[in-house]
């Protein structure tokens, strides 16, 4: 269950990158382009924390196996 939570939120942070990647340049031309940006970036540190856990949480229990 942890892999499948990892390779979720693995595409979802690469998705959300695509999005920024697309916005970034056209920031000025709305208004609201820059909080639509500020939300992707929290969708961005959100699943990187996701990610990070998903990671310590297999490496631990490689660890445990290895015992």
Not at 11 to 36: G, T, V
């Amino acid at each position: 269950h942890v892999e499948a939570f990892r390779q979720k939120h693995e595409a979802e942070a690469a998705l959300l990158e695509q999005f920024r990647m697309e916005l970034e340049p056209l920031r000025d031309r709305d208004p609201n382009h820059p909080y639509i940006l500020r939300a992707i970036d929290l969708g961005l540190r959100l699943n990187q924390a996701y990610l990070d856990w998903s990671r310590e949480t297999l490496e631990a229990f490689e660890r445990r196996e290895a015992k």
